[in-house]
């Protein structure tokens, strides 16, 4: 019996669109405040479902009746079945869109300028800096980038910056996922090139520590930075999964960092007001209250997730800086990342966005609770603001 190759190719269509909606969910799924444990457990699933479900699919109605492999009848098929397989046939139809949209994504028209080196670290050390922790065998899979950092300057211009700081320098730092696998010797090199790049604020945007006892190598890397405006933090997920949060917030600001979690500073800058908000939802706390800052201020917000856009675009934010999603640590030439746990997918996977009235920022980090990374190399920012009006 000849094997029907219309039906092939549409069971092969139907397989990635079911994928591509199981892969859907499983992001918005860890978009949500739910416990490790769970996740786990749910990533497991989606893992074994994700293959388990063609398979019994082609055994159970492509070799057997109707025997789709060689010309059998779709519309044979139970109704359950032949619903679920009209969703995936709608996902695969939209993958193509989805990759040409992504092909054509340019930088905000506030972009003024992008100026990125790619650093070496174990080259630059002179070994591979592997520690005891777990994943190690992820270290030596053929063309991993998580050694590899981009070291980037990106000019912006905002429509409500004061003249008068034309020029205002950000660091942004983000997931340092201290675990032990990527040894301390990669956080220290990466803290040497940060200061290199003199700022007037740093920042941190969340999941410093996935093992409690690495709070020990804070001192030899975020602690050495520093910077006029001060250096500015919030938490992440991995941080939430930790029972000692509180310890992990006290010793960062006995090193000189400034816990802007759950609210809004208000500091004077050159004549002008600097509305510094932090935020960790939905992890930990609630949102910022800004109902005390003036109209006029300048108001930067960090966030861990950039799933709070939408509230930020509402509180008339003008730069938010946010990490989280790596960039999906893991990128397909033309279709860009795969996981992201996002409520968003992978619209917010990295880069700049300029939804009005805000700027969003989103770092690929410098590391990872796994240390993987495919056409997704770590990243260490300076964004440079700009004063003057620009295009909505």
């Known amino acids: 019996m000849e094997v029907d190759w219309l039906n092939l190719f549409i069971i092969l269509a139907l397989t990635a669109g079911h994928a591509a909606l199981f892969i859907a969910i499983l992001n918005r799924l860890h978009a949500r405040p739910w416990p ?13 479902l994700i293959v388990a479900l063609p398979v019994y ?3 159970r109605f492509g070799f057997s009746e109707p025997r789709l492999v060689y010309g059998g009848s779709w519309h044979l098929l139970p109704t359950p079945v032949l619903t679920y397989l009209a969703v995936c046939g709608t996902v695969a139809l939209a993958l193509p869109a989805a990759a040409i949209c992504r092909w054509q994504m340019r930088p905000p ?32 899979l053929p063309a991993n980038e998580c050694f590899q950092i981009d070291v980037s300057d990106k000019e912006y211009r905002l429509p409500r910056l004061p003249a008068a700081w034309d020029g205002l320098s950000i660091l942004h730092v983000s997931d ?20 290199t790049m003199p700022s007037d604020l740093v920042v941190f945007t969340g999941d410093l520590l996935d ?8 001192p030899e890397t975020l602690g050495r930075l520093k910077a006029p405006l ?39 800058y050159r004549g002008e007001t600097l509305a510094v908000c932090g935020s960790e939802f939905p992890w930990m706390g609630g ?12 108001r930067l917000l960090l966030s861990h997730t950039p799933d709070n856009l939408r509230w930020a675009q509402r509180e008339r934010i003008d730069l938010m800086l946010a990490g989280h999603n790596h960039g999906g640590q893991i990128r397909l030439p033309g279709f860009g990342p795969v996981y992201v746990p996002s409520a968003s ?17 989103v770092s690929r980090g410098i590391s990872g609770h796994h240390p993987l990374r495919w056409n997704c190399p770590p990243e260490l920012t300076r964004l440079v603001l700009r004063a003057g009006d620009t295009k909505r």
Request: hydrophobic share 40%; proline share 7%; charged share 20%.
């Open 57 to 59: 699919f082609v055994w």
């Open 109 to 140: 028209h506030c972009q003024i300028s992008n100026h990125s080196q790619r650093i070496d670290i174990s080259r630059r050390l002179g070994f591979r800096p592997v520690g005891p922790g777990p994943y190690q065998l992820m270290t030596r």
């Open 287 to 298: 949102q910022p209250d800004l109902s005390t800052v003036p109209p006029e201020a300048f």
């Open 36 to 48: 490790r444990p769970l996740l786990h457990h749910l990533r497991q699933l989606h893992d074994a």
């Open 211 to 218: 093992r409690e006892e690495r709070i020990d190598w804070l």
């Open 345 to 361: 997918g992978g619209r917010f996977a990295a880069g700049a966005f300029f939804e009005p009235p805000t700027l969003l920022y």
């Open 176 to 195: 340092l996922h201290l675990i032990g696998t990527i040894d301390r010797p990669y956080f220290e090199q990466v803290v040497e090139i940060a200061n």
């Open 230 to 268: 001060g250096c500015w933090f919030v938490l992440g997920n991995h941080d939430w999964y930790l029972t000692n949060t509180a310890e992990v917030r006290q010793r960062m600001e006995s090193l000189g960092w400034r816990d802007i979690a759950g609210r809004c500073e208000q500091i004077s």
